[in-house]
């Protein structure tokens, strides 16, 4: 089983959608989660980080996080063309590390 | 702020040979520098961590003896890929963080092609 686990997608919506994304995880050390986001042939970009349980919202993306089911989703709202891209879970562990485990990646396409 | 930077973003080599691939921060130091390959359609992989100054450690099934990484100041870390084979062929990607447990910064990656 793998640390994390993700559906790959793809996953297709119009213009404007709501678009849910999740990810789930088998081992209660982690402790730091990150959404990234990356388009076609480059390197990801980090969008956003929580590091405890309920939800971080900035501007159309909201994070939630909820350790006791380890699961974390990430929503964006009024999704746009734009937002076309694979986007990454990833976590740390805790301690001094910041060695990141990632899901496997949710290819998302916005039809406009 | 927090750039970081790869050099070549495509390369393309013959099989047997060396290829040298660059990443530096580059408004930042980076204490830790982390190497990733990514296949199509599939999700990053870490290959190794390195510390500037010290040996880097290799994630399990990582040859390093085929994959050199050295990390030699705070701004650069470099990965070679030796004897270069068609199955290396995938898109490796940097990172780097200031201080253990904190963000890391990608670049940009670099796509290797081997003939």
């Known amino acids: 089983q793998k640390e994390v686990e993700q559906d790959p997608g793809p996953l297709s919506v119009p213009e404007g959608a709501i678009v849910s994304l999740n990810c789930t995880y088998s081992n209660s050390a982690f402790q730091y989660f990150m959404w990234y986001r990356q388009y076609s042939r480059k390197g990801p970009e980090l969008l956003m980080y929580t590091y405890s349980s309920g939800n971080k919202e900035d501007g159309r993306f909201t994070a939630q996080v909820d350790k006791s089911s380890k699961y974390i989703s990430l929503f964006i709202r009024d999704s746009q063309p734009s937002d076309s891209a694979t986007y990454l879970c990833?976590?740390?562990?805790?301690?001094?590390?910041?060695?990141?485990?990632f899901g496997t990646g949710t290819l998302l396409a916005v039809q406009p | 702020g927090a750039v970081v930077s790869q050099h070549p973003s495509w390369v393309i080599c013959k099989s047997g040979t060396s290829v040298k691939i660059e990443c530096r921060s580059l408004d930042f130091q980076a204490t830790t520098m982390f190497w990733y390959r990514q296949f199509p359609k599939q999700s990053l992989m870490l290959m190794a961590t390195?510390?500037?100054?010290?040996?880097?450690?290799?994630e399990q099934g990582v040859e390093k003896d085929k994959f050199l990484i050295n990390h030699a100041s705070l701004t650069l870390s470099t990965l070679t890929v030796t004897s270069a084979h068609p199955e290396d062929s995938s898109f490796y990607i940097c990172?780097?963080?200031?201080?253990?447990?904190?963000?890391?910064?990608f670049g940009p990656g670099t796509r290797l092609t081997v003939t």
């Open positions: 390195s510390n500037e100054g010290s040996k880097a450690t290799y």
């Open positions: 990172s780097a963080g200031e201080e253990p447990g904190g963000e890391q910064y």
């Open positions: 990833a976590m740390i562990k805790g301690g001094a590390t910041n060695k990141l485990i």
